[in-house]
Nanobody, 122 residues
Framework: QVQLAESGGGLVQAGDSLRLSCAAS????????MGWFRQAPGKEREFVAA????????YYADSAKGRFTISRDNAKKMVYLQMNSLKPEDTAVYYC???????????????WGQGTQVTVSS
């Protein structure tokens, strides 16, 4: 099993940057691909970015391409989401999740953190 805990959210202005962190516990962290998802009020949870087991392959939702970067440090059992050029529409609760399948589909993710709020003011 993997336990996940996000941190790093907050209130920022449009154009600012923010880095989210996800701390994982459990001995099988390296077996899981990791993803970030987000959910805005009144909307469905949506995929943001994913990174494979070794950290050498990533992919992004169109809304994140060119602005967000996902990375992982297996030695520290950490996953990061660097978010640049933030927009008000990026406002959401951001979740870290773990999957065996390196997928952008939330249904394939087995473990989820509690989420961290990101609010971007205009």
């Amino acid at each position: 099993q993997v336990q996940l805990a996000e941190s790093g959210g907050g209130l920022v202005q449009a154009g600012d940057s923010l880095r989210l962190s996800c701390a994982a516990s459990g001995s099988t962290f390296v077996n899981y691909a990791m993803g970030w998802f987000r959910q805005a009020p009144g909307k469905e949870r949506e995929f943001v970015a994913a990174v494979n087991w070794g950290g050498d392959s990533t992919y992004y939702a169109d809304s994140a391409k060119g602005r967000f970067t996902i990375s992982r440090d297996n030695a520290k059992k950490m996953v990061y989401l660097q978010m640049n050029s933030l927009k008000p529409e990026d406002t959401a609760v951001y979740y870290c999740a773990a999957t065996l399948y390196y997928s952008g589909s939330a249904e394939t993710y087995d473990y989820w953190g509690q989420g961290t709020q990101v609010t971007v003011s205009s």
